[in-house]
């Protein structure tokens, strides 16, 4: 190669990059396959807890799940998947909730009955709990968003106030106090219809 | 914390009874194939975005085309140069307006440089009144105020 050819390659060259994207996609995939199969279960039972439908949950995932693969360029940099998973299927699900606000709710007692565990008890048993739950449900939604958030977000046993922090853009000592507020105002509403029957 | 999901029907009242239940609905099962499920709609999802491909001909990483580029990049900046250089006026003279000498007054006031002064506008001129005809027209006027004082004074003793 004489100088100029070199110097020519060198300055223009635009490197043949279609294998080593190829072997960069299969990266990807599978390391969105692996999320997928990791944190499907917990991103299903965190927009649940929101949505109380199993439909519109399972959709929630899938929304998550393709915005991921759109944002699969900064996969590498994010620190800890899970809580960032969470912060964008939380964000999605309060996203629907505000805009199917208009709906009907659907927190009825036989849709708990049919979707709470059942083993070991009458369905007498059962019916009494799904309207305790369905009764304690409808007071949770009374709380004002913050509260009612942090006490949802709360209520997963492996999201520590941290991460809670973390999935809701707050610092750790706005969790603590938010919980103690929603605890009281809980207790509050509970006491209250209590007395009132 | 532990959630005796055997026992749903809480005995505690209060803010307890209220986390236990949202734990409840926190660790509800997943449904069943739902990975499955989203692996598909993954599938299924367009992986890129939709991009104008070159023909095969005129792919950049072919070395004419390149050449073909570089020769065209060239050409605009030149040319552009170029077009920029002949339509700028060299060593052309400036205009240059040629004012009035300035006249120095011997003292006192100048004009100020002032080429033309304005004339000056005339003021308004009250009108002139002969001091008899004055006279007349103040009589008239107090004779007729007096008339018409005696009109209203006898209309009001009419009404009476």
Known sequence: MSTSQAIYAGWMEIPNSAVEEEARRRTEDAALAALVDQYATALYRVAYSVLRNPADAEDAVQETFLRVVRHRDTLNEVRDHRVWLIRIVWNIVLDRKRRAKTRPETDDVAELARVLPSTGISAEELAAAAQHHAYVLACVEKLPAKEREVLMLSAFEELSSVEIAEVLGITESSVRSRLFRARNLIAGLLDHTRNSK | ?160
């Open chain 2, 1 to 160: 914390m532990t959630t005796d999901h055997h026992n749903p029907n809480p005995s505690a009242r209060g803010p307890e009874s209220a986390e236990e239940t949202l734990r409840i609905v926190a660790s509800l099962p997943a449904p069943e194939g739902l990975e499955d499920r989203i692996h598909a709609a993954l599938g299924a999802a367009p992986r890129h975005a939709r991009v104008l491909r070159w023909p095969t001909a005129l792919k950049p990483q072919s070395n004419w085309m390149r050449t073909a580029a570089a020769a065209a990049i060239v050409f605009v900046v030149v040319g552009g140069g170029w077009g920029v250089y002949t339509r700028v006026e060299q060593n052309r003279p400036a205009k240059v307006i040629v004012m009035p000498p300035r006249i120095a007054s011997p003292g006192g006031f100048s004009g100020a440089g002032a080429v033309r002064t304005p004339e000056t506008i005339p003021g308004p001129a009250a009108p002139q009144v002969s001091p008899v005809k004055d006279g007349k027209k103040r009589a008239a006027k107090a004779g007729s105020k007096a008339a018409k004082k005696d009109t209203v004074t006898a209309q009001g003793a009419g009404q009476k």
